[in-house]
Each structure stands twice: as structure tokens, then as C-alpha cells.
């Protein structure tokens, strides 16, 4: 077994078989072994390929100028913090602490609480699973246990997705929302004596959603990213590692990822046709692995998509509805509606030039076995 050393503590890349909370994940299959071996000889490699390196902010400029000044500049305060700041905050806020530490029990209940009040709509505790960090991000993650934290993300502006006219991305302010309020929760544990590391979402160095099914929060979608009870597919996580011991969530099962076996309206509409069919065995994991290439190529021709998404009739009617629907009349709810839209892109200019993209990234990038998770 594997150990790396982050701040005089060794870290424990696999887990131990007792901790490996993937196995308790209700219907999703699994290889263990090979899951670590991928990770032992190939860990993953960071998620967002445009941002990668020194074009990124030619990237930002070029393809979200529209939401750059309003959206996605006010979230740089909370990236500077997390990269530069936090570690000295944290030293000095855990040892201004006087008295005894608290009790985890007590303080995991006052943490869902405060992380409500700062706008949080999901919070739950699981093991870091360091299969699922990025190679090189681990003093990110310092802590083995991880609070995961979802955030609703706004539904009036995800329904106009994809706004081809505006090309504009659905919602980059939950970024901001919650890349602010994960920075306060965090200072929040500090005050209480117990030291953490907090990461916003779109950091690219975990997979979160990983995190946030052992963290019971929800099930895997078939898009490849989270479905929870209370909005389907809209919402975006956000981690905080931890040096306390709070009681553990367990895995999850609301009938959600059985009922995207039934739907598969995202895998029908993407324009990509960046998720698979069908499911397929990668890295250890049976699920529909997104193509990471084939949709960014796609997001980056046309500066928005999200389309998965708006397609979910668990985010246009509310998962309740949806399943009670189901359970009734064994079908879909809006299912023929939402087939019957049409591809906004087809017809606007630049279309051909947008599928020569795709077919080419199918070309290139037809296996997604790549080291790339995505955030699916
Ligand atoms: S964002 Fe668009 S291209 Fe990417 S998976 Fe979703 S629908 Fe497909
Ligand atoms: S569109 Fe259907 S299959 Fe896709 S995530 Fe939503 S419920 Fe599941």
C-alpha cells in the first residue's frame, strides 16, 4: 500500500476494506481491486481540461465573457482565500480556541445547522476516499473525514438551458454562493477549535460526487453526476476535510438512479452524445462514464449547454412528483414534451462547424478511458 506524506502525517491512499464506503452503494457495481490499481498506477488526473495551465483565463475570457464581470470574478475572492490564506487562518483561529474540543456528535448537528443558514441544501459526512483526488491535490484534502455540502443551484435561469441566443452558461453564481459560504463554514469549525480545509465546488482536484452518495446525499444519475430527493440533478457540492471524528452517513437508497434506468432523457438529448447508452466498466466502476472530451468540446463551441440537466424531469417537476407519477402510471412524467423539443442549436449559425467538433472528438476520444473523471 501506497503512503504519501502531507504535513508530517502519513496519508493512506487506499482505504482500509472497512472504510471502502463505494461497496455500500446501493446498486452500482463494483471492482475493488481494480479501482485500485487504476488509482495506484494511473491516479486521475484534473477535471476541467480548458482551465488546465496557462490559457485558462484566455479560455474564461473567450468562451464566458458575458458572465465574467458579473458571475464568475466575484467567486475569485474565495479561490485567492482557499489557495493562499486558509492554512494561516485555520493555525490561527484553531489556537485562539480555549477549553475542551466538542463533542462530534454535537458539533456535526451544529455544523448541518449553520450550513443551512448559509444557504446550504445538502449536508453530510463521509470518509475522504483519496482514489477519487486528483493526483498532486491532496494537501486540499489534509483530513480524513470530508462534511459534503450541496447548494441548489438557481431553476428559473437552468430552464432557459441551453440559451444558444445568449450563449450563456445556466448558472455560474452558485459558484460564487457557494464558494463563499463553504469558506464561512469552515471558519465557523475553526472557531470551535477543530482545524479544517474547505474546497469550492468547480476546484477539479476531487470528484465530489463520489463523496456525496457515501455522504447519503443522493444516488448517481444517469448524466453522471449526483440526483438527490429534494432537486434531481440541480445542485452543485463543495468539501470540507476535517481533524474531528463525526458520525459517519451511510449510502443512500431513493429509488432515483432505478428510475433514471427507466428515463435516460439525458442520455436521448445531450447534443453530444457525450453519455454513453449504456453503462460500462470504468476504473473499477459500473456507470455511464460522460466523454469528457465530446462535451467540453461541445460546451466550448457553444459557451453554454447544461442541457442534461433542463432535460431531467426530476429538476422541471421535483423528484416527488416524478416518482409518484411513475409509480402510478409506470411512466415517465413529460417525457414525450421533452423528446419533442427541439435541438435549439440545429439551424443557428455555426452548427456543421460545432458537429465537425463533435464528430472529431468522437474520433479522438471515442473510448473515455482516459485518466480524466470529470465530475462524472
Ligand atoms: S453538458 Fe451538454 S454536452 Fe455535456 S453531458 Fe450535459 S448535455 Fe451533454
Ligand atoms: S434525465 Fe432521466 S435518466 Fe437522466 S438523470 Fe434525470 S431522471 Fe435520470
Not at 73 to 100: C, E, I, S
Not at 189 to 197: A, D, E, K, L
Request: aromatic share 10%; net charge positive; glycine share 8%.
Amino acid at each position: 500500500m501506497r503512503l504519501r506524506e502531507y504535513r508530517g502525517q502519513r496519508v493512506r491512499f487506499r482505504p482500509a476494506l472497512d472504510e471502502d464506503r463505494v461497496a455500500l452503494i446501493p446498486g452500482v457495481g463494483y471492482r475493488p481491486d481494480e479501482l485500485n490499481l487504476c488509482s495506484e498506477v494511473e491516479p486521475l488526473l484534473e477535471n476541467v481540461p480548458p482551465l488546465r495551465g496557462p490559457n485558462a483565463l484566455k479560455y474564461v475570457w473567450t468562451h464566458h465573457r458575458r458572465e465574467a464581470l458579473t458571475e464568475i470574478l466575484p467567486a475569485a475572492p474565495a479561490l485567492v482565500y482557499m489557495d493562499t490564506l486558509q492554512n494561516r487562518v485555520d493555525a490561527h483561529m484553531v489556537k485562539k480556541h480555549v477549553g475542551p474540543r466538542p463533542d462530534p456528535a454535537q458539533l456535526k448537528k451544529d455544523i448541518i445547522e449553520h450550513a443551512a443558514a448559509l444557504g446550504f441544501s445538502h449536508c453530510g459526512v463521509t470518509l475522504l476516499d483519496r482514489r477519487f483526488v486528483v493526483e498532486g491535490s491532496d494537501e486540499g484534502f489534509p483530513y480524513p473525514r470530508a462534511i459534503v455540502l450541496g447548494m441548489e443551484m438557481h431553476r428559473e435561469w437552468l430552464m432557459q438551458a441551453p440559451n444558444y441566443r445568449l450563449r450563456r452558461y445556466p448558472d455560474y453564481d452558485v459558484y460564487r454562493r457557494a464558494g463563499g459560504a463553504v469558506h464561512r463554514l469552515a471558519n465557523f469549525i475553526r472557531r470551535q477549535g477543530v482545524s479544517c480545509s474547505a474546497r469550492v465546488p468547480f476546484n477539479g482536484a476531487a470528484v465530489y460526487p463520489v463523496h456525496a452518495i457515501t455522504a447519503g446525499l443522493g444516488e448517481l444519475g444517469a448524466f453522471g453526476g449526483v440526483v438527490t430527493p429534494e432537486f434531481g440533478p440541480r445542485q452543485r457540492f463543495c468539501m470540507i476535510t476535517l481533524d474531528a471524528e463525526l458520525p459517519l452517513d451511510s449510502p443512500r437508497d431513493f429509488g432515483l438512479a432505478e428510475f433514471c434506468e427507466k428515463c435516460l432523457l439525458c442520455v436521448a438529448k445531450c447534443p453530444a452524445k457525450a453519455i454513453p447508452e449504456k453503462p460500462l466498466w470504468w476504473r473499477g466502476v459500473y456507470k455511464r462514464k460522460v466523454n469528457d472530451l465530446k462535451c467540453w468540446a461541445f460546451f466550448t463551441a457553444w459557451h453554454t449547454c447544461a442541457v442534461c440537466i433542463n432535460a431531467c424531469p426530476l429538476h422541471r417537476y421535483g423528484p416527488l412528483e416524478v416518482l409518484d407519477h411513475y409509480e402510478r402510471t409506470g411512466e415517465v412524467k413529460g417525457y414525450e414534451e421533452i423528446m419533442a423539443e427541439k435541438p435549439a442549436y440545429r439551424g443557428t449559425p455555426g452548427s456543421e462547424e460545432l458537429l465537425e467538433i463533435v464528430r472529431e472528438s468522437e474520433l479522438k476520444g471515442g473510448s473515455p478511458g482516459s485518466r480524466m473523471e470529470g465530475h462524472r
